[in-house]
């Protein structure tokens, strides 16, 4: 399984990024995509998250400004982020289960299995 995060850059207080997850080796649509980031001295933290059957969770220091997606015929989740802030400021990697179809999905890093490699998003004030 492999997982291949882009879409990140540097933007404004206020602007908007559209982060991408591409899978190979895994049918999204049978397993938890999520994101997550992690900002300097800090600890990796949940983002979003959406399940099998479409059920989708936020953390909610984002709720209302991102939001997850997934096309299933690109086999690629998508997070677009809106009225972005400077503390959004982090590496984002997005992050997938080996169980297929769990009911619902998880903020917990231990519920997820395999990683991208990271995508770092910059918010100037």
């Known amino acids: 399984v492999q997982l291949q995060a882009s879409g990140g850059g540097l933007v404004q207080a206020g602007g908007s990024l559209r982060l991408s997850c591409a899978a190979s080796?895994?049918?999204?649509?049978?397993?938890?995509m999520g994101w997550f980031r992690q900002a300097p001295g800090k600890e990796r933290e949940f983002v979003a998250a959406?399940?099998?059957?479409?059920?989708?969770l936020y953390a909610n220091s984002v709720k209302g400004r991102f939001t997850l997606s997934r096309n299933s015929a690109e086999n690629t989740v998508y997070l677009q982020m809106n009225s972005m802030k400077p503390d959004d400021t982090a590496v984002y990697y997005c992050a997938t289960d080996r169980i297929e179809f769990s009911a619902v999905p998880s903020s917990n890093l231990t519920a997820y299995d395999y990683w991208g490699q990271g995508t770092q998003v910059t918010v100037s004030s």
């Open positions: 959406i399940s099998w059957s479409g059920s989708l």
């Open positions: 080796g895994h049918t999204l649509n049978r397993h938890v």
